[in-house]
């Protein structure tokens, strides 16, 4: 039996090259796109991982090493272990970059900042290291007081309580620069309770002298000794 041969017309061949797809340059690889769990566990946060963000002053220095403090994590609660016993650590500068810490928005920084104020003035003669700071220590909590995130405010309302306690009248001097922002806080409900404790705390440590002073800034304040 002979073979059929059969020939396509030359219309036709022509079309199937015009027909044919150009190449296409290739698509860039989609990037990964984040996990949840990336989000929601503080302890896959990269602070370094973002090149677009520069990391701040306290992260900086924690990552180098300048906090001599490293967050221990527990099963129930996290605690901080120091490279030496605080009472042996100068507060110069130390205390100061805790307190910048305050501001910090990200684990670790918020916890290792905001326990690291409170166990270094807990040794026993913090008063002394910490009353010669305080023209250096109180703007930074000013800051912290001022700033819009409302666990950076109750972080640094916190520290200002804990120092009062250390430091009593000698923060006197310098009390009006940090009442003006908790006049304005006063105004949210959410933070009038925890706002006038704290208020009577800075009486009690400070003093009758101290009453006048939050007066002159808060004329509602009410004594706790009226």
């Not at 929601?40 to 001599?68: E, M, Q, V, W």
Request: charge should be positive.
């Amino acid at each position: 039996m002979s073979s059929i041969v059969r020939i396509r017309p030359k219309a036709m061949i022509q079309k199937s090259k015009t027909s044919s797809p150009l190449p296409c340059s290739p698509e860039p690889a989609a990037k990964p796109r984040p996990k949840p769990s990336d989000k929601l566990n503080p302890k896959t946060i990269d602070p370094f991982g973002d090149r677009t963000r520069a990391p701040s002053a306290f992260a900086a220095i924690y990552a180098k090493g300048g906090i001599p403090c490293r967050l221990m994590h527990g099963a129930v609660k996290h605690r901080l272990q120091w490279e030496s016993l605080p009472e042996t650590l100068p507060f110069d500068p130390l205390l100061i970059t805790l307190a910048e810490g305050l501001r910090e928005t990200r684990h670790p920084y918020t916890f290792v900042s905001k326990e690291g104020f409170k166990e270094l003035l807990l040794v026993e003669d913090a008063a002394e290291k910490a009353v010669p700071l305080l023209p250096r220590l109180v703007p930074v909590l000013k800051a912290a007081l001022g700033h819009s995130d409302d666990e950076v405010f109750e972080r640094g309302l916190d520290a200002l309580v804990q120092l009062s306690a250390v430091v009593g009248s000698s923060l006197n001097d310098h009390l009006k620069l940090l009442l003006t922002n908790l006049s304005r806080r006063l105004m949210d409900k959410k933070f009038k309770e925890k706002i006038t404790v704290a208020l009577q705390k800075l009486e009690q440590y400070g003093g009758q002298a101290t009453v006048a002073i939050i007066k002159s800034k808060i004329p509602t304040y009410c004594s706790v000794c009226s």
